[in-house]
């Protein structure tokens, strides 16, 4: 059960986009398309931003998209706005039935 | 409206018990995934149990064999039993339901959290 990898950061200034990385096995993001991305404010609990590869939950912004290749899943932002700095993070379903996050990436909004 | 709030939480001394709960209200805790996630300070997100609709359960290995995870379906309550605590498990605790409107992978409802201190 190794966590997935991420970029430890990313950055970007207001109306970029920014892509987040999230690299598997072929044991979990390679394997299912049950990869989902959540957004967390400091001391607030995380909120689901995407599921299943590429769905945006009801009352997500579609700036936010997400996509797969193989065992590496991504996190695009798009437009990006001062309320977008968060940490990130990725996780996937696993063939043990279990589920496993990604480190977490820290977005800064320059 | 779908709410899920833990309780339980404290400072332990290590090698204790602790049993945390999660009240949900809005939706049926035995006919969804419910999963505990938790968060060591200043640390990132880390997937500790989930219980499936069916009644299976399945647990992190780093928890394995020390915690339990359950459910009271008539107070519609979700647990986690924690034994041998030790330092490495003090972190903020939320429970998280997985959700048909998620595809039933995705986290898409969170507690608040409830924090957990191992300590001496």
């Known amino acids: 059960q190794s966590a997935l990898t991420q970029p430890a950061s990313v950055s970007g200034t207001p109306g970029q986009s920014i892509t987040i990385s999230c690299t598997g096995t072929?044991?979990?993001?390679?394997?299912?398309?049950?990869v989902s991305w959540y957004q967390q404010h400091p001391g607030k609990a995380p909120k689901l931003m995407i599921y299943d590869v590429g769905n945006r939950p009801s009352g997500v912004s579609n700036r936010f998209s997400g996509s797969k290749s193989g065992n590496t899943a991504s996190l695009t932002i798009s437009g990006l706005q001062a309320e977008d700095e968060a940490d990130y993070y990725c996780s996937s379903y696993t063939s043990s039935s279990t589920w496993v996050f990604g480190g977490g990436t820290k977005l800064t909004v320059l | 409206e779908v709410q899920l709030v833990e309780s339980g939480g404290g400072l332990i001394q290590p090698g204790g018990s602790l049993r945390l709960s999660c009240a949900a209200s809005g939706f049926t805790v035995s006919s969804n995934y419910m999963s505990w996630v938790r968060q060591a300070p200043g640390k990132g997100l880390e997937w500790v149990s989930v219980?499936?609709?069916?009644?299976?359960?399945y647990y992190a290995d780093s928890v394995k064999g020390r915690f339990t995870i359950s459910r009271d379906n008539s107070k519609n309550t979700l647990y986690l039993q924690m034994n041998s605590l030790r330092a490495e498990d003090t972190a903020v605790y939320y429970c998280a339901r997985a959700s048909p409107s998620s595809g039933w992978y995705g986290f898409e409802y969170w507690g608040q959290g409830t924090l957990v201190t191992v300590s001496s």
């Open positions: 219980i499936y609709s069916g009644g299976s359960t």
């Open positions: 072929s044991s979990d993001v390679g394997g299912y398309n049950y």
